[in-house]
């Protein structure tokens, strides 16, 4: 499966952004999504997960009251989305695909197989 990440860009302190998800060569019937970040300087981070069967939904503590991972089975795609924005968010998200993660695995990127281009994000005013 091939992704494509996208919807990154600037935005202010306090702001939203809303990030896609997209595949291609085949659906995501079956795998496991996940969102990653890595800011500058530093370890990339899991963000978000989401299972493509039935939906639930996987977040890292220190963002759970910030975001939101969805899926769109029409389309295809994983949404994230991140509200109140900081600075600190400002990293390039990649989002990553597997078949066979189980629970304990979905946080550890090296996990996934597949893996989009990653999408930059800046948070500025």
């Known amino acids: 499966v091939q992704l494509q990440a996208s919807g990154g860009g600037l935005v202010q302190p306090g702001g939203s952004l809303r990030l896609s998800c997209a595949a291609s060569?085949?659906?995501?019937?079956?795998?496991?999504v996940g969102w990653f970040r890595r800011a500058p300087g530093k370890e990339r981070e899991f963000v978000a997960a989401?299972?493509?069967?039935?939906?639930?939904?996987y977040y890292a503590d220190s963002l759970k009251d910030r975001v939101t991972i969805s899926r769109d089975n029409a389309w295809n795609t994983v949404f994230l989305e991140m509200n109140n924005v900081k600075p600190e968010d400002t990293a390039v998200y990649y989002c990553?695909?597997?078949?066979?993660?189980?629970?304990?695995?979905?946080?550890?990127?090296?996990?996934?197989?597949?893996w989009g281009q990653g999408t930059q994000v800046t948070v500025s005013s």
């Open positions: 989401i299972r493509w069967m039935g939906g639930r939904a």
């Open positions: 060569g085949r659906t995501f019937s079956g795998y496991t």
């Open positions: 990553a695909a597997d078949r066979q993660l189980i629970l304990s695995s979905l946080r550890d990127a090296p996990q996934y197989d597949y």
